[in-house]
Nanobody, 123 residues
């Protein structure tokens, strides 16, 4: 069983940085591809970044390329998202997700989802 809990969100000024974490309390974290998604008010859920089970391959939405970095520590059952040079348009609820196949995860078909953490970027 995968149980995901996000943390690290908050209020930050434009140009600032945040590091999100997603911890899995289960024991099968390394079996899954992992991803970060976000949803702004009135908008659809969108992929931010994803990574394969061992972190060997990463994928980024154009909106975050060059600013966001996804990483994972399988020994700690934790996924991270380092976000730099934040913009007001990055304001959203950020959720992590786990999926057996990264190809399906990238299109939003995750098997397990966290509840989310709010990120607010002020101008």
């Amino acid at each position: 069983q995968v149980q995901l809990v996000e943390s690290g969100g908050g209020l930050v000024q434009a140009g600032g940085s945040l590091r999100l974490s997603c911890a899995d309390s289960g024991r099968t974290f390394s079996n899954y591809a992992m991803g970060w998604f976000r949803q702004a008010p009135g908008k659809e859920l969108e992929l931010v970044a994803a990574t394969t089970w061992n972190g060997g391959t990463t994928y980024y939405a154009d909106s975050g390329k060059g600013r966001f970095t996804i990483s994972r520590d399988n020994a700690k059952n934790t996924l991270y998202l380092q976000m730099n040079s934040l913009k007001p348009e990055d304001t959203a609820v950020y959720r992590c997700a786990a999926g057996r196949l990264v190809s399906r995860l990238r299109i939003g078909q995750g098997d397990y989802w966290g509840q989310g953490t709010q990120v607010t970027v002020s101008s």
